[in-house]
């Protein structure tokens, strides 16, 4: 069935043509509203965000733990940040779950994230179906000669309190996460075939625009309710997608997934 902009489209019905097959290319964009149920904050929540909590860092500015200019002169503070960041230190969530349950339906298309925590990779979304738009912590490279390195080379001397250096040059090695100023990875640019092709765009725990938003605050167009095929489910996010799961009938299989993660 086709709705019109006329139309109110809740989120059953959502879930209702899921179930019926009508979706099957979803791409889920998602930020780090995903990731604070598994303690990781968010960046610019007022009282609770990343950028709220940054004065021990004794930065000129938050932004500067990412700026690339800041790290080549003064590591250290990105270095105690990564700390809480790495990978191992947090467990993914239903949210992730979920996202892990679209692809073994064979409905997702492509998973956008914001985040750098990795939790995605660890629920179980494959590389293929995965765009890290900001980078990660699974490699790293010098930021002097380029050379290439694990991501646990990285991990080991930030765990060990050490400025990880090149063995080659001496150089800073950095993860590869995206700083301010640098280019996005070359994977980011799919959206210019997955997009077109999507059937339904969900988008979770962010402030962009999205088809159905699962989020704490209602966010960007969605504050304009004239169109209605645009679906809202304010509140935690582990929440709404646990009430989307319910309304999908998946409820036993996001258990026996999260059940089966932790006994990993």
Known sequence: REYSKNEKLSLTD???QIK???YNRIVVMVGAGISTDSGIPDFRSPTSGLYSKLQEYSLPYPEAIFDLSYYLHEPHAFLRLSKELLPGRHLPNAAHYFLRLLNDKGILLRLYTQNIDGLERVAGIPAEKLVEAHGSFSSATCTMC???YPGKT???AVVESQVPHCSSCGGLIKP?????????????FLHLTDFPSADLLIVMGTSLEPRVLINRANVGPFLDTSDGLNVVELGEVTSGVKHFVQLLGWEG???EIE????EM
């Open 253 to 255: 299989e996001l258990e």
């Open 14 to 16: 959502v879930a209702d």
């Open 259 to 262: 059940k089966s993660s932790k």
């Open 176 to 188: 590869d996460i995206v700083f301010f100023g640098e280019q996005l990875p070359a994977r980011f």
């Open 20 to 22: 019926q097959g009508l």
């Open 146 to 148: 380029l050379k290439e």
């Open 154 to 156: 990285f991990y080991d």
